[in-house]
């Protein structure tokens, strides 16, 4: 079983898709062993305690500090809740790492020691509409400002770059006259929940020989 170790930062919908998949599939090839937040009112926490699975909070703030935390740079923060989460993974002897919402950008080691086992959840098509700046309803603004005639989401895998990385799935939806960020997003968010469970499953498959 590959053992996973999910990233959130908000509602954790798709979070919740893979705990749902997990659950009910006979054939499911992971095991969520912890949930790593970057807020502390995350409802995702809420979703992952529900479930059994244990929850952490690593924001700049836990690991650095507030006063430390206060006067770092984006980069320096960025690396520092990168290391904690890097340190927790270790500890558990997880197998793989799930950007599912996540707002933060892993930067240093765990890029390397975890290359072509992390992935990331994007709600756009990439290459396009990829890179700082570019989430939520930022990502779905931008779609409708360049009038583009579809839009959906996209799981890749994480490399030292933003949005970047090799492209496992892409699921599709039309952008239809009149839709603002929020209705696109509507259409999107399902087709989100599918895209997870399906690149979480490639990404194992191209992994099997570490199977924990």
């Known amino acids: 079983m590959f053992s996973l170790a999910v990233l959130v930062s ?23 062993d912890v949930v790593i937040s970057s807020a502390k009112n995350a409802f995702a926490l809420e979703r992952a305690a529900a479930a059994g699975i244990e929850t952490l909070v690593k924001s700049p703030f ?18 520092a ?38 992935v990331n959840l994007h709600p756009a098509l990439l290459p396009k509409f990829g890179g700082r700046g570019m989430w939520g309803h930022h990502v779905h603004e931008a779609v409708l400002a360049a009038h583009e005639t579809e839009s ?26 009149g839709d603002t960020p929020e209705s696109l997003y509507e259409r999107i968010a399902p087709k989100e929940h599918e895209a997870i ?16």
């Open 10 to 32: 908000g509602g954790g919908t798709n979070l919740q898709a893979l705990i749902d998949f997990e659950k009910s599939s006979s054939c499911c090839p992971y095991r969520i």
């Open 62 to 79: 836990s690991v650095m500090g507030k006063e430390r935390a206060l006067s770092a740079s984006r980069e320096e923060k960025n690396r």
């Open 81 to 118: 809740v990168s290391d904690a989460i890097l340190e927790e993974c270790r500890k558990r002897n997880i197998s793989g790492i799930v950007c599912a919402g996540y707002l933060s950008v892993l930067q240093g080691d765990i890029i390397s020691e975890y290359r072509g086992r992390i």
């Open 152 to 177: 959906g989401c996209t799981v890749h895998l994480v490399d030292s770059g933003c949005d970047t990385g090799s492209i496992l799935v892409q699921k599709k939806v039309p952008v239809l006259s």
């Open 197 to 212: 469970v399906e690149g979480v499953c490639k990404m194992i498959e191209g992994n099997r020989g570490i199977l924990k």
